[in-house]
């Protein structure tokens, strides 16, 4: 999937709301078994996602703020598997809610949760997205600060998985997808899936999340 809403992929109610669909579709195709999202967009360097739109947190109607959550709540529980640039807050949820991350080795590029720095909070599901991936300590210290690391910085704490030369990003994702689907059976792969996030999954029907 090519994500290309100029000029940065701010995940806006419109765009969050086409990619919903679009991957409700894929879900329901019995003949995908995994996807690849990258940005197409054709600025240098490279945005995978801005994150939320700011825009639509500013200045809008009750009704209007809560189906943007309810949709931004919908994207973040249906992901699989990402190629990157800079994925500044929900860039960065975006693609931590993949199986893998694969990000262009540029310094340019940095992805993190940077909520403090721009004075707001990141929600508890994000923070417990991010704990998942990189563990408590690194959270602790990454949410605090509002850090945006570059990417050979994030390969060290685990926040992508790869980094490569930016002009094989996809050549990659898609040799690391065929691995990945030579797992025989989706069943055993979607139950060791909802296995590792029970907890997680439990957490949320709590605060009447799911
Ligand atoms: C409705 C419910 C309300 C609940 C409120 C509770 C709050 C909960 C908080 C939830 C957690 C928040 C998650 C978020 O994702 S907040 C968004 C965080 N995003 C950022 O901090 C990214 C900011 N952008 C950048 O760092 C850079 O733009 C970027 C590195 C992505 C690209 O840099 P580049 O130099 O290539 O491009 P520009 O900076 O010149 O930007 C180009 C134009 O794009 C506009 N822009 C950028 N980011 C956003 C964005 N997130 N939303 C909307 N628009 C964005 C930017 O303004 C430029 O526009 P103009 O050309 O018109 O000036």
Redesign the pocket.
Known sequence: MHMQSP??N??SLDFLTELCISLEKLEMDKGCRGLIITSVLS?QPK?FS????????YG?SPEH?GE??KVVQEMWLKFYGSNMG?S????CLLSLTCDYRIMADNPRY?IGL??TQ?G????FW?KETMVNTVGHRNTEVALQLGLLYKPAEALKIGLVDQLVPEDQVFTVASQTMTKWLTIPGNVSVITTKSTLNLLFSFQLWCFNLV
């Open positions: 000029p940065v701010s995940l600025n945005v801005a994150g939320l739109d700011i825009l639509e947190m809008k703020c943007f959550w800079s500044p807050a929900g860039g940095t940077n909520e721009l707001i909070v990141a929600p994000f």
